[in-house]
C-alpha cells in the first residue's frame, strides 16, 4: 500500500488522533516507508496512514517485516520502522530483532498492545501476553510503553536520540491500541521532531596521545568495524596519512575500497593477518568489538604486542574481548577527522612498500581458505562479475557466502549486507534485499541456501508485489550443506541435514517472480543481467557442486 506523497489533512480547529501524530513525526524525522502486516488490534494505526507520506510495505510474515526493516537500514542508513499487532507481531518478529541487536542496525518497532485497563490483568484478551515488554527486552536497546496520547512525541523523541547519538539497535514503543484514536491537542503542524543530537568528540589529551604513538609507530594496523559505515573517506585518508594497512570485519566490508592498495579486505579469519595485527606497535580499532563474529568465528581473541588504542561511541565495548591502552569513547568519523588535523604525512615510499608487503600477506591467505573453498571460488569470481560496482551483496547463512566474505571485494560503503555471523540466523538473506532495494538506487544482489530460503521464501511474494529487479540466488546444495560438512569433520553421523528440496523455479513462478536454474559460473551474468533487466524479482537457482 502506497500513500499519496502529500501532508496529512484536517478539519478546522479538529484534534489530530494520536495515530495521525504518530505518521506526522515519523515523516519529520525522515521515515518514508514502514513494514508492517495489520491486523485487528492495529486497525485504528492504520487509519493514521492515508496521506501521511509513509509507504506501506507488507511482508508476508512478521519475522519478514523486521529483516525488510533491517535491510534498509543497513542500505540506507536509516532506521527500519515495523508496524506490528500486539503479541504474535512481536513474537513473530523476535529472531530479526535480535539478529538487528547484534549487529547494531537501527530499527524502530511500533507495536500495539492490549488496552491499558487490561495490562497485566491476565483476563485472556486477544494476543495478550503477561507482558509485552519481556519478550523484547533481550534485544532492544530501548523501549517503552506509551500510557498516555500526550507522551508520544517524546518517546518518539528519545527513541531517534538513541538510534542517532549512541550504538544503535531496534527501538520498540508500545501503544496500548485504546490510544490510537486518542485526540491530541493543537494542530497536527505543531509537532515537531527533535533536533539531531551533536555527535561527541575525542578530547584533545586523548587525540595528542593517539597521535603521538601512531605518528611514531613503525608498523601501524587500523582495525575497522561496522560502526565505522560513515567513515570511508576519513578512514581511507587514515591509512594514506599513516601508511597503515586497514583490514575490515565483515560487517565493515566494504567501507574501504577492496582495490585500494592499503586494504587488506575482511580477511581477519587468517592467521597470517592475524600475526601482523598481533605484531603491529600500534593498533587503532575503530569501531569494532573485536568479537569472533568479526573474524568469521575465530573464537581466539586477539594477544596483542603493541600499544591498542579503541574508538567507540559506546563505552562498553570499550574493553570488550581487548583491554585497550587508550580508550576512546567518542564518534569514529569526528575522532578520526581530529587525528587527521595533527598527523604528519607518511611519504609515497612509505605506502607503497606496506601496500606490497599487504598484498603479498593477502596472496598467502589462500593457503588457509577452509576445504571446498577452492572448488566454489569460480562462482565468487562470478558472482564479483555479475555484481555492478556499485552493487550491494546481501547473504544469507550458506556454504557460498562464507567464500565471499573474505574472497569478493567490495568498493563502497553499505555493500556487504549478511548474517552470516553475529546472531547468525537463517532466512535473512531473501527479506533483507528487499529492504535495500526497496531503500537505494543502487543494484541489489540477495544470495540465499536451500535451506535458509524456506524459512523466509513467502517474502518472494512482496518482492513481486513491488515489481522488484531482484535477483536471489539460490545455493542448492541439497541441505544444511555447511552443517554437514562439521558433522563429518567431528565425526558425527550425519542427521537433519539433507533436505529434499521443493522445485524453486516453479515455486518462483507460482509466486508471479521468474525462475532459471544454472549448473555453471559462465552461466552467473546473463542470469543477473536479464534479472535486473526486468520488473519483477528472479530466482536463480545454482546446483552445487560436490
Keep these: 500500500m502506497q500513500s499519496t506523497d502529500h501532508p496529512a489533512t484536517e478539519q478546522p480547529n479538529t484534534s489530530p488522533s494520536c495515530a495521525q501524530v504518530l505518521m506526522h513525526l515519523l515523516r519529520q524525522y525522515g521515515v518514508d516507508t514502514v513494514f508492517g502486516i495489520p491486523g485487528v488490534h492495529t486497525i485504528e494505526l492504520y487509519r493514521g496512514l492515508p496521506g501521511s507520506g509513509l509507504t506501506h510495505i507488507t511482508p508476508r510474515h512478521e ?50 498492545v492490549n488496552r ?16 509485552q515488554q519481556d519478550v523484547s527486552r533481550g534485544f532492544c536497546v530501548w523501549q517503552h510503553t506509551v500510557s498516555t496520547a500526550e507522551q508520544l512525541p517524546e518517546a518518539l523523541a528519545r527513541a531517534f536520540q538513541v538510534m542517532r547519538a549512541s550504538r544503535p539497535g531496534p527501538v520498540h514503543i508500545e501503544i496500548p491500541i485504546d490510544l490510537f484514536p486518542a485526540p491530541m491537542p493543537g494542530q497536527l503542524g505543531n509537532y515537531r521532531a527533535a533536533p ?40 581511507t585518508a587514515l591509512a594514506e596519512k599513516l ?53 568469521n568465528l575465530v573464537r581466539e581473541d586477539y594477544r596483542f604486542k603493541g600499544k591498542l588504542i579503541r574508538v567507540d561511541i559506546d563505552p562498553a565495548q570499550l574493553t570488550c574481548n581487548a583491554t585497550p591502552d587508550l580508550a576512546i569513547c567518542a564518534d569514529a568519523k569526528t575522532t578520526i577527522e581530529q587525528l587527521l588535523r595533527v598527523l604528519p604525512e607518511a611519504s609515497e615510499k612509505q605506502r607503497q612498500s606496506v601496500a606490497a608487503k599487504l598484498q603479498e600477506l593477502i596472496r598467502g591467505c589462500r593457503s588457509e581458505w577452509w576445504p571446498g573453498s577452492e572448488s566454489r571460488y569460480p562462482w565468487v569470481q562470478a558472482l564479483r562479475d555479475a555484481l555492478p560496482e556499485d552493487g550491494i551483496l546481501v547473504t544469507d547463512s550458506t556454504q557460498l557466502a ?77 541441505g544444511y550443506g555447511e552443517i554437514r560438512d562439521f558433522m563429518d569433520e567431528a565425526a558425527v553421523e550425519q542427521e537433519g541435514v539433507n533436505l529434499r528440496a521443493p522445485d524453486f523455479v516453479a515455486l518462483a513462478r507460482a509466486m508471479g517472480a521468474e525462475g532459471c536454474r544454472i549448473d555453471t559460473p559462465e552461466q552467473l551474468s546473463e542470469a543477473v543481467a536479464s534479472a535486473f533487466a526486468r520488473k519483477t524479482p528472479t530466482l536463480i537457482e545454482i546446483t552445487a557442486p560436490d
Design 116 to 131: 491499558r485497563q487490561d495490562l497485566g490483568m491476565g483476563r485472556g484478551r486477544l494476543h495478550e501476553l503477561p507482558n
Design 196 to 235: 539531531a543530537p551533536t555527535l561527541p568528540a575525542a578530547g584533545p589529551d586523548a587525540v595528542e596521545t593517539a597521535a603521538k604513538w601512531l605518528a611514531g609507530a613503525k608498523s601501524p594496523v587500523i582495525l575497522l568495524g561496522g560502526g565505522a559505515q560513515h567513515c570511508a573517506e576519513a578512514t
Design 63 to 112: 519475522q519478514g517485516a523486521a529483516f525488510m526493516a533491517d535491510g534498509y537500514a543497513r542500505a540506507s542508513g536509516k532506521p527500519g520502522v515495523c508496524f506490528l499487532i500486539t503479541g504474535p507481531g512481536v513474537t513473530n518478529a523476535a529472531t530479526a530483532m535480535a539478529q538487528a541487536y547484534s549487529d547494531s542496525i537501527p530499527m524502530l518497532v511500533i507495536s500495539a
Design 402 to 478: 562464507y567464500n565471499t566474505n573474505h574472497a569478493l571485494p567490495l568498493f563502497q560503503p553499505r555493500s556487504h549486507l549478511t548474517c552470516t555471523t553475529g546472531y547468525g540466523t537463517l532466512g535473512f538473506a531473501l527479506p533483507a534485499a528487499i529492504g535495500a532495494a526497496l531503500a537505494s538506487p543502487r543494484p541489489v544482489i540477495g544470495l540465499i541456501g536451500d535451506g535458509g530460503i524456506m524459512f523466509t521464501l513467502g517474502e518472494l511474494a512482496a518482492a513481486v508485489e513491488q515489481q522488484l529487479a531482484l535477483p536471489i540466488l539460490v545455493w542448492n546444495n541439497s
Design 243 to 295: 601508511a597503515a594497512p586497514v583490514f575490515q570485519s565483515l560487517a565493515a566490508k566494504g567501507i574501504v575500497d577492496e582495490r585500494h592498495p592499503l586494504c587488506g579486505g575482511a580477511n581477519l579469519s587468517f592467521n597470517g593477518v592475524r600475526e601482523h595485527i598481533e605484531n603491529a606497535d600500534v593498533v587503532l580499532a575503530i569501531a569494532t568489538e573485536l568479537a569472533e563474529t568479526d573474524r
